[in-house]
Structures are given as C-alpha cells and as structure tokens.
C-alpha cells in the first residue's frame, strides 16, 4: 500500500513556473515508477511524466519536454514536477500515481493515485 499527497498547485501567469510536490509513504517505494497525470476541465487524464525511483530514468510526454522535469528526493520520499514556460493549456489537476510497471503512460499502470492539486495558467 502507498499514499500519496501532492502540493504546490496554484495560480500563475502564462511564462511562469510552479513547482509541484508529491509526498509518498508505504513499502518499498523503491520498486515503483512514479508518474505525474493531469486531466483538463472536460478532457481525460493524460500521462505528463514519469521516473523510476531506483534509478531516477525519466520519461515525458512530448507536450512537456524542454519545459517540465520530473526529479525525487530518497531522503524526503518526494517526487517534484518542476513546470517552467507554462502556458493556459498547462490548465490542469494534476495528480501523482505510483505503480510497478516501469515505462508506462496509461493509466492503467499505476495502482495508487493522489487526490490531485489544481494548477491554473493565466493568459
């Protein structure tokens, strides 16, 4: 079993940059790849990025590369998504997930999920 809680949400304006937190507790985090999902007012939940906590490999969606990056601190049991260049689009709850299958970005591969922190770009 593994919670997770995000913080660091919040309002910002088009160009600028948040920086989102998710505090992980359980066993073994270790074995597990830690995503980050968002799902727009109306659209589904999309895969974001991803890091495998062993190891830090990273993998993101190409709608973020070059703005967002995806690290973890061991010592903290924390994943960060650093958000830079945002845009209105970013426009999103973002969640975090953790599951076993190391290079997904379905849904489907992760088996616990936070409850989500809103993010909002203004133009």
């Known amino acids: 079993q593994v919670q997770l809680v995000e913080s660091g949400g919040g309002l910002v304006q088009a160009g600028g940059s948040l920086r989102l937190s998710c505090a992980a507790s359980?066993?073994?985090?270790?074995?597990?790849?830690m995503g980050w999902f968002r799902q727009a007012p109306g659209k589904g939940r999309v895969f974001v990025a991803a890091?495998?906590?062993?190891?830090?490999?990273?993998y993101q969606a190409d709608t973020v590369k070059g703005r967002f990056t995806i690290s973890r601190d061991n010592a903290k049991n924390t994943v960060y998504l650093q958000m830079n260049s945002l845009k209105p689009e970013d426009t999103a709850v973002y969640y975090c997930?953790?599951?076993?299958?190391?290079?997904?970005?379905?849904?489907?591969?992760?088996?616990?999920w936070g409850q989500g922190t809103q993010v909002t770009v203004s133009s």
């Open positions: 997930a953790a599951g076993l299958t190391f290079g997904s970005s379905r849904i489907s591969g992760y088996d616990y």
């Open positions: 359980g066993r073994a985090l270790s074995t597990y790849t």
């Open positions: 890091i495998r906590w062993s190891d830090s490999i990273t």
